[in-house]
Protein backbone atom coordinates (compact mmCIF):
# COMPACT_ATOMS: atom_id res chain seq x y z
CA UNK A 1 0.00 0.00 0.00
CA UNK A 2 1.16 3.44 -0.87
CA UNK A 3 0.83 6.82 -2.43
CA UNK A 4 1.33 6.85 -6.21
CA UNK A 5 2.11 9.78 -7.93
CA UNK A 6 2.17 11.28 -11.43
CA UNK A 7 3.31 15.05 -12.20
CA UNK A 8 1.82 16.72 -15.02
CA UNK A 9 3.37 20.00 -16.17
CA UNK A 10 0.20 22.50 -16.59
CA UNK A 11 -0.53 26.17 -18.00
CA UNK A 12 1.76 28.58 -19.61
CA UNK A 13 4.69 28.32 -16.20
CA UNK A 14 4.96 24.89 -16.55
CA UNK A 15 3.22 24.35 -13.29
CA UNK A 16 3.46 21.00 -11.65
CA UNK A 17 0.35 19.48 -11.02
CA UNK A 18 0.53 15.97 -9.08
CA UNK A 19 -2.10 13.82 -10.04
CA UNK A 20 -1.81 11.52 -6.21
CA UNK A 21 -3.76 8.34 -5.71
CA UNK A 22 -4.06 5.80 -2.73
CA UNK A 23 -3.14 2.20 -5.07
CA UNK A 24 -5.32 0.21 -2.33
CA UNK A 25 -8.33 1.88 -2.85
CA UNK A 26 -7.35 3.71 -5.76
CA UNK A 27 -8.85 7.41 -5.09
CA UNK A 28 -7.24 10.35 -6.20
CA UNK A 29 -6.47 13.49 -5.47
CA UNK A 30 -5.13 16.50 -7.72
CA UNK A 31 -2.57 18.91 -6.14
CA UNK A 32 -2.78 22.16 -7.60
CA UNK A 33 -4.63 22.14 -10.75
CA UNK A 34 -3.84 25.49 -12.35
CA UNK A 35 -5.07 24.42 -15.97
CA UNK A 36 -5.84 22.06 -18.65
CA UNK A 37 -8.17 20.40 -17.06
CA UNK A 38 -9.03 18.58 -20.31
CA UNK A 39 -5.33 16.83 -20.42
CA UNK A 40 -5.50 16.59 -16.60
CA UNK A 41 -8.55 14.59 -16.96
CA UNK A 42 -7.36 12.20 -19.61
CA UNK A 43 -4.67 11.36 -17.05
CA UNK A 44 -7.25 10.33 -14.62
CA UNK A 45 -8.70 8.32 -16.84
CA UNK A 46 -5.36 6.55 -18.00
CA UNK A 47 -4.43 5.98 -14.58
CA UNK A 48 -7.61 3.88 -14.58
CA UNK A 49 -8.42 6.31 -10.69
CA UNK A 50 -10.88 7.61 -9.07
CA UNK A 51 -10.87 11.67 -8.49
CA UNK A 52 -12.25 12.72 -4.96
CA UNK A 53 -10.56 16.24 -4.25
CA UNK A 54 -8.53 19.21 -5.24
CA UNK A 55 -5.55 19.53 -2.53
CA UNK A 56 -4.21 23.49 -3.56
CA UNK A 57 -0.76 24.57 -1.58
CA UNK A 58 -1.71 28.36 -2.83
CA UNK A 59 -3.89 30.35 -4.42
CA UNK A 60 -1.99 32.21 -6.96
CA UNK A 61 -3.51 31.26 -10.86
CA UNK A 62 -1.09 28.74 -12.12
CA UNK A 63 -1.71 26.41 -9.11
CA UNK A 64 -5.44 27.29 -8.77
CA UNK A 65 -6.82 28.71 -11.63
CA UNK A 66 -8.51 25.81 -12.61
CA UNK A 67 -9.44 24.36 -9.13
CA UNK A 68 -13.14 25.79 -9.47
CA UNK A 69 -14.42 24.62 -12.63
CA UNK A 70 -12.82 21.31 -11.68
CA UNK A 71 -15.36 21.14 -8.15
CA UNK A 72 -18.00 22.36 -10.09
CA UNK A 73 -17.76 20.25 -12.89
CA UNK A 74 -16.63 17.54 -10.97
CA UNK A 75 -18.80 17.99 -7.60
CA UNK A 76 -15.48 17.71 -6.06
CA UNK A 77 -14.35 19.76 -2.41
CA UNK A 78 -11.49 21.98 -2.58
CA UNK A 79 -9.07 21.27 0.33
CA UNK A 80 -6.66 24.05 1.29
CA UNK A 81 -4.82 26.35 1.54
CA UNK A 82 -4.22 28.47 4.42
CA UNK A 83 -7.34 31.04 4.76
CA UNK A 84 -4.58 33.70 4.72
CA UNK A 85 -4.99 32.97 0.75
CA UNK A 86 -8.40 34.16 0.64
CA UNK A 87 -7.61 37.52 -1.05
CA UNK A 88 -5.82 35.60 -4.01
CA UNK A 89 -8.78 33.41 -4.22
CA UNK A 90 -10.65 36.48 -4.26
CA UNK A 91 -8.76 38.16 -6.91
CA UNK A 92 -8.22 35.09 -9.63
CA UNK A 93 -10.49 37.20 -12.46
CA UNK A 94 -7.30 39.92 -11.84
CA UNK A 95 -4.68 36.97 -12.29
CA UNK A 96 -6.49 35.75 -15.21
CA UNK A 97 -6.82 38.78 -16.89
CA UNK A 98 -3.28 40.04 -15.81
CA UNK A 99 -1.62 36.33 -17.23
CA UNK A 100 -3.53 35.86 -19.94
CA UNK A 101 -4.81 32.76 -18.36
CA UNK A 102 -8.37 31.45 -19.17
CA UNK A 103 -11.39 33.13 -17.10
CA UNK A 104 -10.64 31.43 -13.44
CA UNK A 105 -13.66 30.47 -11.79
CA UNK A 106 -13.54 31.90 -7.71
CA UNK A 107 -14.35 29.75 -4.95
CA UNK A 108 -14.76 29.00 -1.07
CA UNK A 109 -12.36 25.91 -0.14
CA UNK A 110 -15.15 23.44 1.16
CA UNK A 111 -11.69 22.98 4.29
CA UNK A 112 -9.20 25.62 5.05
CA UNK A 113 -6.39 23.92 6.11
CA UNK A 114 -3.20 24.75 9.30
CA UNK A 115 -0.07 23.74 10.66
CA UNK A 116 -0.65 19.89 12.16
CA UNK A 117 -3.77 19.17 10.07
CA UNK A 118 -4.03 15.96 7.92
CA UNK A 119 -5.66 15.16 4.63
CA UNK A 120 -6.32 11.76 3.67
CA UNK A 121 -6.11 10.19 0.15
CA UNK A 122 -7.60 7.00 0.23
CA UNK A 123 -5.98 5.08 3.29
CA UNK A 124 -2.67 6.99 2.69
CA UNK A 125 -2.51 10.31 4.91
CA UNK A 126 -0.62 13.69 4.62
CA UNK A 127 0.18 16.11 6.82
CA UNK A 128 -0.47 19.49 6.44
CA UNK A 129 2.71 22.13 7.15
CA UNK A 130 2.07 25.80 6.78
CA UNK A 131 4.91 27.19 5.23
CA UNK A 132 3.94 31.37 4.66
CA UNK A 133 6.19 33.38 2.81
CA UNK A 134 5.86 33.02 -0.46
CA UNK A 135 2.08 33.71 -0.03
CA UNK A 136 0.76 34.11 4.03
CA UNK A 137 -1.90 31.18 3.15
CA UNK A 138 0.90 28.48 1.44
CA UNK A 139 0.52 24.70 2.93
CA UNK A 140 2.70 22.01 2.00
CA UNK A 141 1.64 18.36 2.21
CA UNK A 142 3.88 16.01 3.78
CA UNK A 143 3.23 12.01 3.26
CA UNK A 144 5.68 10.89 6.25
CA UNK A 145 6.03 7.40 5.67
CA UNK A 146 7.39 7.52 1.83
CA UNK A 147 9.29 10.70 2.56
CA UNK A 148 7.54 12.96 0.21
CA UNK A 149 6.72 16.43 0.18
CA UNK A 150 4.21 18.57 -2.70
CA UNK A 151 6.03 21.88 -1.18
CA UNK A 152 4.01 24.05 -4.27
CA UNK A 153 6.20 27.37 -4.62
CA UNK A 154 7.97 27.73 -1.14
CA UNK A 155 11.22 25.36 -2.24
CA UNK A 156 12.76 24.70 -5.56
CA UNK A 157 16.24 22.52 -7.03
CA UNK A 158 18.50 25.42 -6.32
CA UNK A 159 15.68 28.16 -5.39
CA UNK A 160 13.15 29.20 -3.54
CA UNK A 161 9.65 30.87 -3.88
CA UNK A 162 9.87 34.74 -4.87
CA UNK A 163 8.38 36.91 -2.50
CA UNK A 164 7.59 40.17 -4.28
CA UNK A 165 3.82 39.62 -4.52
CA UNK A 166 1.24 41.18 -2.30
CA UNK A 167 1.89 39.93 1.26
CA UNK A 168 5.13 37.99 0.25
CA UNK A 169 7.79 38.38 2.84
CA UNK A 170 11.08 36.79 2.37
CA UNK A 171 12.09 36.63 6.46
CA UNK A 172 8.84 34.60 7.09
CA UNK A 173 9.47 32.30 3.98
CA UNK A 174 13.55 31.75 5.15
CA UNK A 175 12.02 30.61 8.48
CA UNK A 176 9.37 28.48 7.59
CA UNK A 177 11.75 26.61 5.28
CA UNK A 178 14.60 25.68 7.50
CA UNK A 179 11.66 25.75 10.77
CA UNK A 180 8.91 22.86 8.40
CA UNK A 181 11.34 21.55 5.89
CA UNK A 182 15.00 21.32 6.76
CA UNK A 183 14.67 19.62 10.07
CA UNK A 184 13.36 16.53 7.76
CA UNK A 185 15.73 13.83 7.08
CA UNK A 186 18.04 14.43 4.09
CA UNK A 187 16.52 11.61 2.13
CA UNK A 188 13.22 13.12 1.86
CA UNK A 189 11.92 13.80 -1.59
CA UNK A 190 9.64 17.33 -2.55
CA UNK A 191 7.69 17.46 -5.97
CA UNK A 192 8.37 21.78 -6.39
CA UNK A 193 5.22 23.60 -7.77
CA UNK A 194 7.86 24.17 -11.13
CA UNK A 195 10.82 21.98 -12.20
CA UNK A 196 12.35 18.86 -11.56
CA UNK A 197 12.30 17.42 -8.17
CA UNK A 198 15.06 17.38 -5.22
CA UNK A 199 15.89 16.38 -2.20
CA UNK A 200 15.82 18.33 1.35
CA UNK A 201 19.70 16.91 2.15
CA UNK A 202 20.32 18.26 -1.61
CA UNK A 203 19.06 22.06 -0.99
CA UNK A 204 20.31 22.05 2.46
CA UNK A 205 23.97 21.58 1.28
CA UNK A 206 23.63 23.46 -2.28
CA UNK A 207 20.97 25.63 -2.22
CA UNK A 208 22.78 29.12 -2.22
CA UNK A 209 19.39 30.87 -0.83
CA UNK A 210 19.89 28.68 2.93
CA UNK A 211 23.60 29.30 3.29
CA UNK A 212 24.28 30.36 7.04
Known amino acids: MALQFEIIPVTPFQQNCSLVWCDETMEAAFV ?9 LDHVAARGVVLKQILLTHAH ?9 LSE ?4 PIIGPHEGDQFWIDGLADQ ?13 PTRW ?5 QVSVG ?11 HTPGHVVFHHQSQGLLFVGDVLFQGSIGRTDFPQ ?23 VPG ?19
Do not use: W, Y
Request: with cysteine.
Open 194 to 212: HGPMSTIGMERRTNPHLQG
Open 32 to 40: DPGGELPRL
Open 61 to 69: IDHAGAAGQ
Open 96 to 108: SRMFQFPEAKTFV
Open 73 to 76: DKDL
Open 123 to 133: HETLDVLHCPG
Open 113 to 117: LHQDD
Open 168 to 190: GDHATLINAIKTKLLVLEDHVEF
